[in-house]
C-alpha cells in the first residue's frame, strides 16, 4: 500500500506538477528544455526499478496490416484537419510554410528525433512499465497517458491543443500498447506533427512561431 502511494506521488509530480510549474512561470524559457533532464531521471528511474533494456527503444517489428491502419488513420485526419483550417481559419493555411519553408524542413527533420522521440518515451514507454501498480489495466493506461500528454499542453495556453493531444495521446498510447515499440510511436507522433504544423495549425503548439 505504501508502494502504491509513493507511486502516486511520484506520478502526480512529475506528470501534473512539472506542467503547472512551467504554466505558472511566465519567465519560463521554453518547454521545451525540460525533456532531455526529465529523460535521464527517467532512464535512471526505469533501469533501477524496472525491466527495462535499451534495445526496447528501437524494437520494431510492425505488421503490414497495422502500417497499413496507421496510414490510413494519418491520411483521415490530414484531410479532416485540412478541411477545417481551409473552412474556418483560412488564413493560416500552410501559415508556416508559406512563410519559412526552410524552418518548416527544419522542423520536419529535427521534431521527430529531438521532440516526438523524447515525449514517447517519458508517455508511453516509462508511464506504462513505471506505473502499473497503479494503472493494473490496460485501459487505464491508455487514459493516463491520454490525459497526462494532454495536460503538457497547458503550457501552450490553448484548449485547442489539448483537445488534439487528448485524442493523440490515446491513440499512440495504444499503438503502444499493442506493438511494444516505441520507436513506431516515435515515428507516428512526429508524422502527426509534421502533418499538423505543414496544414497551418503549429501555433497551438509553438509560443512564439514565426508567422
Known amino acids: ?16 506538477g512539472i506542467p503547472l510549474f512551467i504554466y505558472l512561470n511566465e519567465n519560463f524559457i521554453h518547454p521545451s528544455i525540460i ?3 526529465v529523460l535521464i531521471f527517467i532512464f535512471l528511474v526505469l533501469r533501477r526499478t524496472t525491466d527495462f533494456q535499451w534495445k526496447e527503444l528501437f524494437r520494431w517489428g510492425i505488421s503490414r496490416s497495422t502500417l497499413l491502419k496507421s496510414g490510413l488513420i494519418l491520411l483521415a ?6 478541411g477545417y483550417v481551409y473552412f474556418f481559419d483560412r488564413e ?8 519559412h519553408p526552410w524552418i518548416f524542413v527544419a522542423m520536419c ?3 521527430p528525433v529531438f521532440s516526438a522521440f523524447g515525449q514517447e518515451i517519458i508517455y508511453r514507454t516509462f508511464l506504462h512499465k513505471r506505473y502499473t501498480r497503479i494503472f493494473s489495466r490496460g485501459w487505464h493506461f491508455v487514459v493516463a497517458s491520454g490525459i497526462t500528454f494532454s495536460f503538457l499542453h497547458i503550457v501552450y495556453y ?7 493531444t487528448f485524442i493523440g495521446g490515446l491513440y499512440f498510447a495504444r499503438v503502444y500498447q499493442l506493438t511494444r515499440s516505441v520507436l513506431y ?10 502533418m499538423i504544423f ?14
Open 1 to 16: 500500500m505504501r508502494k502504491k502511494i509513493f507511486n502516486w506521488i511520484e506520478f502526480v509530480l512529475l506528470f501534473i
Open 35 to 37: 525533456i532531455l533532464p
Open 77 to 82: 485526419c490530414t484531410l479532416l484537419t485540412l
Open 92 to 99: 493560416n493555411l500552410f501559415n508556416l510554410l508559406r512563410a
Open 109 to 111: 527533420v529535427f521534431y
Open 158 to 164: 490553448d484548449p485547442v491543443s489539448m483537445i488534439l
Open 185 to 194: 510511436t516515435s515515428v507516428l507522433h512526429g508524422l502527426f506533427g509534421i
Open 198 to 211: 505543414g496544414v497551418g495549425m503549429g501555433q497551438y503548439f509553438w509560443l512564439d512561431i514565426p508567422i
